[in-house]
């Protein structure tokens, strides 16, 4: 065959491609298993963090297995007995779409130094691409105890701060509940004036803005659970009016 001809260069070409293609397709085969493996710790790396446990991606097996006591499914605010997934395996991105009577989620119980925490994984959308991040609530299943973010493509040095202790450590001791009422927490411009907020990303205010929206919806499904807990529910303080016009009445 002419080595010159266009001929020769059509199936060299094509030889090439499909030899290419194999190889790729063999080494995403051959890789997708380790790829698996790194993409799991990541995750339980991630979790652990927001209860304040920093570990090493190759040390987050152990430590997950050591802090995480129970990993529950939530859906409408109660426990499901028989999920038909594990929490774990929950696809947090296509739980999200669902409506939230009919949402599965997962809930993390943790403990640390003696003392219970529960973890929410959370799944939203930035400027860019999808956020995600966990929050640990501590036993009154109302104060924030730990806060851990990521994100996909927020710009360097704006939006991309979420994933900074900066940004993070600001929820440590929030609420996200007002007496029984289910509040959230607001990321603010500028300073912040109560406990249910934390001050936004400056010049990121639309991933500001997809936190904020994460937060609200993703912890709405957990409400009535959290609820449960006495203390999240501990009822509105009471004037000194109504207190002297009780005394009165007895």
């Known amino acids: ?14 030889v090439m491609v499909v030899i ?3 190889m790729l397709s063999y080494a995403a085969i051959a890789l997708k298993p380790a790829q698996d493996a790194n993409i ?3 995750k339980k790396q991630q979790i652990l963090s927001s209860i304040n446990v920093v570990v090493q991606r190759d040390s987050a097996g152990p430590a997950f297995d050591q802090y995480i006591k129970q990993s529950l499914v939530i ?16 696809d947090l991105a296509a739980a999200v ?13 943790a403990n640390v130094g003696g003392k219970e925490f529960y973890i929410i994984p959370m799944r939203g959308k930035g400027l860019w691409g999808p956020v995600w991040g966990n929050l640990s609530l501590e036993k009154d299943g109302n104060t924030v105890f730990g806060a851990s973010f990521g994100h996909k493509s927020e710009t360097p040095g704006l939006g991309a701060e979420i994933s900074t202790v900066l940004f993070s450590g600001q929820f ?3 609420k996200i509940l007002n007496g029984s009422n289910f509040v959230s927490i ?13 001050q936004g990303i400056s010049g990121g205010t639309i991933t500001s803005v997809g936190v904020q929206s994460m937060i609200q919806d993703c912890l709405a499904p ?18 000194a009016d109504t207190l002297t016009a009780e005394v009165s009445s007895l």
Do not use: C, W
């Open 75 to 90: 859906r409408n605010g109660k426990i499901v007995e028989n999920p038909t997934q594990l929490a774990f395996n929950i």
């Open 40 to 42: 799991e710790l990541e």
């Open 20 to 22: 290419v293609a194999a």
């Open 1 to 14: 065959m002419d080595i010159n001809s266009n001929k020769y260069t059509y199936l060299f070409s094509i």
């Open 97 to 109: 779409s669902q409506p939230l009577e009919t949402r599965e989620v997962p809930l993390y119980v």
């Open 172 to 174: 440590v001791g929030k």
């Open 186 to 198: 607001a990321v603010v411009k500028g300073k912040t004036s109560s406990e249910h907020e934390v």
């Open 222 to 239: 957990y409400i009535e659970y959290l609820k449960t807990f006495g203390s999240a529910v501990a009822p509105a303080p009471v004037s």
